[in-house]
């Protein structure tokens, strides 16, 4: 099945500083790949998503890319704030099945 | 808000005891999946219902099952538990059998602690 590596555990970076999240997977067949973020005490929820006919998406301060041949995607956030403080989750699926998520990132944000 | 109610918020019990936790997904959805999210192994899927009938298979455990019922509403039935079930179980809809067309929308989860 399918397996998805997420680096790193931890991020602090400086307010107006980028963080960059990184995710692998393992099954070629996968072709739909969500980032949710999770605050304090909440549920995940969906900030952006990628599919596999897209190399780069962008919403505003926060841009995914992906790498079918070499199996990776990364989440970018620039110009961050302390807002953005939060658990990301990096996920990847396959058609028919169910969505696999990475170990999280615990971004920090400090003012 | 999500949408999607799980009850109830926290839960303390004792070793090979059995809990039963439930979800409310969002009006019209048709599918429930459940995760389990702990300190070192982030968010695992359990199992997926569409419709009332089981859709996909994660890493459940046989002490653990789940149904969906006719409203659409779904349990998760933890039984002799131990003390590394606990961790916060948390229940997602979508629209689709599959999130693939769609967003996943999480509740708040259920923390259960077994002491």
């Known amino acids: 099945g399918e397996n998805v590596e997420q680096h790193p555990s931890t991020l602090s970076v400086q307010e107006g500083d980028s963080a960059v999240i990184k995710c692998t997977y393992s099954?070629?067949?996968?072709?739909?790949f969500p980032w949710y973020k999770q605050e304090l005490g909440k549920g995940p929820q969906l900030i952006i998503d990628?599919?596999?006919?897209?190399g780069e998406k962008k919403d505003q301060r926060i841009a995914v890319t992906l790498n079918k041949t070499a199996k990776h995607f990364s989440l970018h956030i620039t110009e961050t704030q302390p807002e953005d403080s939060a658990v990301y989750f990096c996920a990847a699926q396959r058609g028919g099945t169910a969505l696999i998520f990475g170990k999280g990132t615990t971004l920090s944000v400090s003012s | 808000d999500s949408g999607v109610t799980q009850t109830p918020k926290h839960l303390i019990t004792a070793t090979g005891q059995r809990v039963t936790l439930r979800c409310s997904p969002r009006s019209g959805d048709l599918s429930v999946y459940w995760y389990q999210q702990s300190l070192d192994q982030g968010l695992q899927f359990l199992i997926q219902y569409y419709n009332g009938e089981e859709r996909a298979k994660g890493n459940i455990l046989e002490r653990f099952s789940a149904q969906q019922f006719p409203d659409l509403h779904s349990e998760l039935n933890l039984s002799s538990l131990e003390l590394g079930d606990s961790a916060l179980y948390f229940c997602?809809?979508?629209?689709?059998?599959?999130?693939?067309?769609?967003?996943?929308?999480f509740g708040e989860g259920s923390r259960l602690t077994v002491l």
């Open positions: 997602a809809s979508s629209v689709v059998g599959s999130p693939n067309t769609g967003e996943l929308f």
């Open positions: 099954d070629s067949a996968s072709n739909y």
């Open positions: 990628i599919r596999s006919n897209v």
